[in-house]
């Protein structure tokens, strides 16, 4: 257990509904990242807080998805309208304040669009 | 752009075999490497990190080692157990403490 806790597990949703994650990081750590993972690749980045802070977010995220990290505490990915090639695992990760510090991770949350 | 390759792909060994993952990147303004241990369908548990300005790092049987200059990593497990199968995934921090992923290496330690 890393500390980094993401509800629920798993989601199974169809195509058109909304669906919306919760990402609780370790409590002292003030960045929070959200990545994406598809069959056999790698994790890739998809917006990350600092603080309340949302600082940056990747060209993967389309108008579709928001995420929110109200009060600096835990953080919510949404998406709506989804499509199938949304079917991915969801990933938070945790980052202290230092610099140069490992990520903590989360079990992550697996969408599939049915 | 950073790009991250892990080779190879897949490995499967037998049980007691020292083995040596690989990853290379493209860009080596890094600040660290980290390696990652991911079962299937888990999140990812971090395994070491190795500051840009180290050349290795050792936990247990696991050692990595870094040449920024090169853009190189390698992940050496000493005696492999079946208990070590699962994906291997190395990761480089850059501006943000934003982590580039390589697709990993899927290891298979058998009987």
């Known amino acids: 257990d890393t500390g980094v806790s993401q509800d629920p597990r798993h989601k199974i949703t169809k195509r058109g509904q909304n669906v919306t994650f919760r990402c609780d990081p370790i409590s002292e750590h003030n960045r929070l990242y959200w990545y994406r993972q598809t069959l056999g690749q790698g994790p890739e980045f998809l917006t990350y807080?600092?603080?309340?802070?949302?600082?940056?977010k990747s060209r993967l995220l389309s108008d579709r998805f928001s995420a929110e990290r109200p009060k600096g505490s835990f953080s919510t990915l949404e998406i709506q309208r989804t499509e199938q090639g949304d079917s991915a695992m969801y990933l938070c990760a945790s980052i202290p304040r230092a610099q140069n510090t490992e990520a903590f991770f989360g079990q992550g949350t697996r969408l599939t669009v049915v | 752009k950073q790009e991250v390759t892990q080779i190879p792909a897949a490995l499967s060994v037998p049980e007691g075999e020292n083995l040596v993952l690989n990853c290379s990147f493209t860009d080596s303004a890094i600040y660290n490497l980290q390696w990652f241990r991911q079962d299937p369908g888990k999140g990812l548990t971090s395994l070491l990190l190795i500051q840009s300005s180290q050349r290795e790092q050792t936990s247990g049987r696991l050692n990595a080692s870094l040449d920024k200059s090169s853009g190189r990593s390698t992940l050496y497990i000493a005696a492999s157990q079946p208990g070590d199968s699962a994906t291997y995934l190395c990761a480089v921090t850059g501006t943000a403490s934003k982590l580039t992923f390589g697709t990993g290496t899927r290891l298979q330690v058998t009987l």
């Open positions: 807080f600092q603080n309340e802070a949302q600082l940056e």
